[in-house]
């Protein structure tokens, strides 16, 4: 047994720190981003920002001014393209609310047809059936009206707690301005705190979570994109209405694990076979499944592409992901495993390694 240790104690100390680390990570997750978003969104937005920054500070502008002009030109990018979304949402809602009581008018039709479909089906049948029948029923009825109730309570939620968003805005655009303005003087200070020995382990390490978050963020945008784009021809062939709105939703959700597209079209594609409009149900069943499987197929490849990892090791950091830490665990599994693999080719394991067998030595002297 001793053998065995001794044999393979390299790997078992590996796999040890690479268990408690993520362990770390992920206790530290749930207990500090919380508190610190704002300001780590702020940090993220002002590394982003760095190539204009740097185009603005090679035209001679000091890097406050350089800084400033870079924040508009990317928030007035932002707001622009949320001006064409929202329009095109306020368009197609208002079209929406104008055919509300066409919609409650089916809806109650629906409601009728089904009745009547459900007592010609209890003729006959034994009176405790037919009462344990018309239970659950009730029962169905009482679960989506409490489901239904929840909904309008959380988008309740959402309006009141806008102005708390707001200020988290206004504070990430602070935040952002003064971390991109002072982001060389920070990265001196981190310099100077680092061992000059562990300069090259450390400035390797950085530079490739940089450049593999940067492209989980630019694989995501991909794949939200492909998603839309798809959605928004498949419905156009389809000549449903609602196509802008309906295919920027679904790029929006399309991230979300487990659900995704799916709770957009699964309560759609039910509530046209209840109708009778088999021909929109089977359309949006095909183009259902055909999103699913193109983001699904080129998930791995394109995330494996932009953060320079495998596609079968990504595919299991956004399952394992998902299975710990539920919906955050999507990002985090990925951003885990860039930081591990990071670790992995600083050699930190090797070298945290080394200093411990060192120690170890000098304890036993």
Partial sequence: MREFYKKHWDTITNIAIFVATIGIVVIAIKLVIPYFLPFLLGLIMAVMMEPLVNLFLWLRMPRA????????????????????????????????????????????????????????LTEGLPPEFVFHMNKNTEMLTQLFSDRLSLIVREVLKIITSLPNQLLLIVIILIASFFLSKDLKKIKRRVVISIPAHLHNKVKVMADDIYRATIGFIKAQIILSSIASLAILVGLAILHTEY????????????????????????????YNLLIGNNYLAVGLLILFAVVV?????????????NIGIDPLSVLIALYVGYKALGAYGFILGPFILITYNALQKA???????????????????
């Avoid at 196509?243 to 039910?270: C, E, K």
């Avoid at 499987?293 to 592409?305: D, M, N, Y």
């Fill in 347 to 365: 050699k930190a394991f090797t070298w945290i390694f080394q200093q411990s067998k060192e120690c170890e030595e000098n304890n036993t002297k």
């Fill in 243 to 270: 196509v802008v709105t309906i295919a920027l939703l679904g790029g929006i959700v399309s991230p979300i694990p487990v659900l995704g597209v799916g709770a957009l079209f699964i309560p759609w594609i039910a």
């Fill in 293 to 305: 499987v193109v983001k699904h197929s080129l998930e791995p490849k394109i995330l494996g592409e």
């Fill in 65 to 120: 001014w350089a800084t400033g002009m870079a924040l508009i030109i990317a928030m007035g990018s932002f707001f622009a393209i949320m001006w064409f979304i929202i329009s095109k949402l306020v368009i197609e809602l208002a079209k929406f609310l104008a055919n509300m009581p066409l919609y409650t008018r089916m809806f109650k039709s629906l409601s009728f047809t089904l009745a009547y479909k459900l007592q010609s």
